[in-house]
Structure formats: C-alpha cells, structure tokens
C-alpha cells in the first residue's frame, strides 16, 4: 500500500497532535460534573467523521450520545462495523499521575493521559486508517461503519438497547474492536474467545430470628452452616461443577488450540509468585491458561451471615446470603444454567431451611468463539504482521464484554479483538500510557485491515460468522 504507507508517514505528526487534542477533553462518563465534557468529546469525534466526508450522526440516548459514521458506499463489498468509546475512567487518585490526566504528555516513547489507551488512542487507529484510505486513494476498499460509544466505562446499557433496536442498520460482516492489550510488547495478538458469566445472590431463611448458639445449637439447622455446604456441595474434589447439564454444551479445547497455548511460553511460576500463590489448582486435566480461558469456572464473590463485628457472639443466624458466579464458555447458556442450579440447589437444601435464588440478568452473558480459520482472522493476522512486522499469538480472554456476546447474539457478527494497547499501560490506574510506536503500527494494521478483509473471501463464506467444522464441538 505505498499510497497509504507513505499518506500515514508524512501525517504522523499530525494524528498524534490530533490524539492529544482529544485526550485533552475530559470526557468522564460517571461523573455528572463533566456532562458538557462528554459531549464536547462526542463533537470531536463527530466532526472528524464529518471532515472524512462520513455520514455522521450524534445520536441522543438517555445517557451520553453515541457518535455513528458510515463510509462513501462501495458496491459488492463487504461491511466491517467498527465499535470503541470516546468516554473515559474518572483520573483519580489525581496525586499519582506524574503529568495532568487531561494534559497529554508525550514522553519517552509514550504518549500519557487518562484514555491514552482505554480507548481513546485505539479508536482513533481506525478512524486515521480510513482517513489514510480516503486522502490517499480517494475511496475506502470496504465499507465501514463506525459505531463509538460514550458509556462503556458505565455499562453501555444505551448501546446495548440501540443495537438490539437498529440491528438492521448495523448489519455487517464482522466487528472489529481496539480496546485491548496485546499478549506483551511486540507481540500482537488476535484474542478470539470470551468467556460468559452469570452471577447470582442465595439466600437461605432458617428460623424466624438470630437464636442463642448454646440453647438452641443442634436443634435447628443453621443458615450459615446450611450455606457454607450447599456452595460446598456445587463443587466436586476434582474440580468439576456439580449441576445437572452443567457441561452439556461446552466446546472442547481443540488439538490446535492446546499447541497454541503452549507456544505462548506462559510463565505459570511468575504469575503465582505475581498473586502471592505456591501452588495451582482447578479442574483436573487442563493447565492453568486452560482453565483461566477455556473453561467454566465456580466463584464464590462474598458471603455474609451472623456476627461479623469484633469478639465473639455466640449467634445462630437466622438467615445467610452468598454472593456467586459462574464464568461460562461456548456454548453454554446462561438460562440452562439457572435452570441446573435450581435443581441442584433444591437437592442440597436441608431441612428446615428456605431458599431464594436471585440471578443479577445484567450480568448474564454467554461466552463467545470466533472460529480462528474464519476469513475475517485470516485477514486480521496478515495485516498485524504487514505493520508489526510478526504474525500475531492467539488468545482467549477470561473476562467477559457483553457488548461483543450482543454482537455475536444480534447481529450475528463474529468480533475481532485487536488489542494494540499493553498490559502495563494503566488503563483505569494513574499515568496512563499508551505507547506512540502501537498507535502508528495499529493505524498501519487496521489499514492493512480494510484491503485484507475486502479479499478474504466474506462472500462465498456467508459472512464471516459461519462456525467451520474444525471449531465445531467435539
Ligand atoms: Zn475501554
């Protein structure tokens, strides 16, 4: 792409200076105090959009505005919907940061502000990639729509509802996001797996007050006994959750993905000695990356029952609540598993003891799996390794985005995660950074992008969301 390459050269300057201008604003999404921030940021970005020659709207939601652009239509090619967020995490502890969070300060090799990284900085790879397109060739070889958000440090709940609205509006082939971390300096990654989660309160009712421990222990059953059991009891000794069904739909680690993993040279030493931890442990059968991204798992998140000031009361509560969760993978489903745990709770319940079972739905969200040899990932690695100069590592994440399960879910799109950011780049933390040298090659990679998801074949695949035979379930 000499065109491009040598349009994204002489205008470097500019799209950091551009960059700076935008990490300027302080646009925090949860906090009142900088309402008229937020919406300055949606402007900036509306009004680059605007310049690129994009049909752009500012879109009104009861929260903060979402910012949509749809490139110059170019026939018979497919339609790739960019999604990221122009709102920012709150800067405090202000103390820490080295510089003002809203005063950028570009220094040794990085550029540092509240939302240098998260998400500022990645977003705008993509939309300097298109300008590049635009400016230098005079046209776009894909079409792309841009989809930027400013509550996602709030819960894009405004985004979620205007999805599942305008779905049709934002139909696509595949959606590409930039708000992530690459797997460690120079080695950029593809992460093609999310998990789900679904979490939950219990609470269990005994007797009708808090009794005295020694007139009636032994007598009745004790909520907080009966709790501390029935958590026990949806847990095996070799790690396997214990809920009818619970494994039903999950798909297996493949023969390719396991190599993968282990070519990933994960130091499981390091990241015990990190958490403090001598030893690990989990489901039997699977190594610890397995397990942390491919496999469901059981939390326990909070507990709480009985006496919990200082000293010692000799009470037996009346009633005990646990907070947990389940993180779920491909293709589990969050209803079935409440439905699992109804029953297996109901099974572990003593007598004399009520229970009421509440799921927190705003958390609901099944995981989700891009087949890695789709077209759209194919394309994606070639044009990592056209600007990063390496193919990119493969990996899954075991958090969970709703936001890509909703993609998946109602547009039927398979999301790529491209993350340029690094792990230590303090998004959400003082003195955050974002690395100069990832923004140029990110803006070269999602260049690249364009003209390599223009050929990856979307059409003769039925876009790219086609689960292929190898990532099938096992
Ligand atoms: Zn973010």
Redesign the pocket.
């Known amino acids: 792409m000499p065109n491009i390459d040598e349009y994204l050269q002489s205008n470097a300057e500019r799209f950091e200076a551009e960059l700076c201008e935008l990490l300027s604003i302080p646009s925090v999404s949860a906090d009142p105090a900088y309402r008229d921030d937020v919406r300055r940021a949606a402007d900036w970005v509306t009004d680059k959009f605007r310049r690129l020659g994009f049909a752009t709207e500012t879109i009104t939601t009861a929260g903060h505005p979402l910012v949509y652009a749809v490139s110059p239509r170019v026939d018979d090619a497919p339609t790739a919907l960019v999604y990221g967020?122009y709102d920012v995490q709150p800067p405090d502890p202000l103390e820490q940061w080295i510089t003002p969070p809203f005063e950028p300060s570009r220094r040794d090799g990085n550029v540092y502000a509240r939302g240098a990284s998260?998400?500022k900085g990645q977003m705008l790879t993509h939309v300097n990639s298109a300008e590049a397109w635009m400016a230098a060739e005079g046209r776009l070889p894909i079409n792309l729509k841009f989809l930027i958000e400013g509550e996602?440090e709030t819960g894009s709940e405004n985004l979620e509802k205007y999805i599942v609205e305008h779905a049709g509006r934002l139909a696509c082939d595949c959606v590409v996001v930039s708000?992530g971390a690459q797997f460690a300096p120079n080695r950029p990654a593809i992460t093609y797996g999310l998990r789900g989660i679904v979490y939950y309160e219990l609470r269990l009712i005994g007797p009708n007050r808090d009794l005295h421990s020694g007139s009636f222990g032994g007598s009745v059953t004790n909520p907080a006994n009966a709790l501390a059991a029935m958590l026990a009891g949806l847990i095996d000794e070799h790690g396997k959750i214990r809920i009818p069904g619970f494994y039903d739909d999950v798909i297996q680690i493949t023969d390719r993905e396991r190599k993968g993993f282990e070519l990933l040279g994960f130091d499981e030493r390091e990241y015990f000695d990190q958490i403090g931890v001598d030893c690990a442990i989990g489901e039997e059968g699977y190594t610890t990356l397995q397990r942390r991204w491919a496999r469901p798992t059981y939390d326990i998140n909070g507990l709480s029952s009985g006496y919990q000031g200082e000293g010692a009361k000799t009470v037996l509560p009346a009633t005990a609540t646990a907070k947990f969760s389940f993180r779920l993978v491909p293709d589990q489903d969050p209803g079935k598993i409440t439905a699992g745990l109804k029953l297996r709770l109901a099974e572990l319940c003593p007598p004399g003891i009520k229970f009421e079972l509440h799921s927190h739905d705003f958390t609901g969200s099944p995981g989700v799996l891009v087949p890695l040899d789709s077209p759209a990932v194919q394309a994606a690695a070639r044009a990592i390794e056209y600007a990063f100069g390496t193919p990119p590592v493969y990996t899954r994440e075991g958090g969970s985005i709703p936001i890509v399960a909703t993609f998946h879910n109602v547009l039927k799109a398979d999301t790529l995660l491209l993350g340029w950011g690094q792990s230590d780049d303090g998004?959400h933390s003082p003195n955050e950074k974002f690395s100069l040298a990832d923004f140029h090659r990110g803006i070269k990679a999602s260049a690249k992008l364009w003209e390599e998801l223009a050929a990856c074949g979307f059409a003769e695949n039925v876009g790219c969301v086609k689960r292929t035979e190898s990532d099938a379930k096992q």
């Open positions: 967020h998260d998400d996602e708000d998004a």
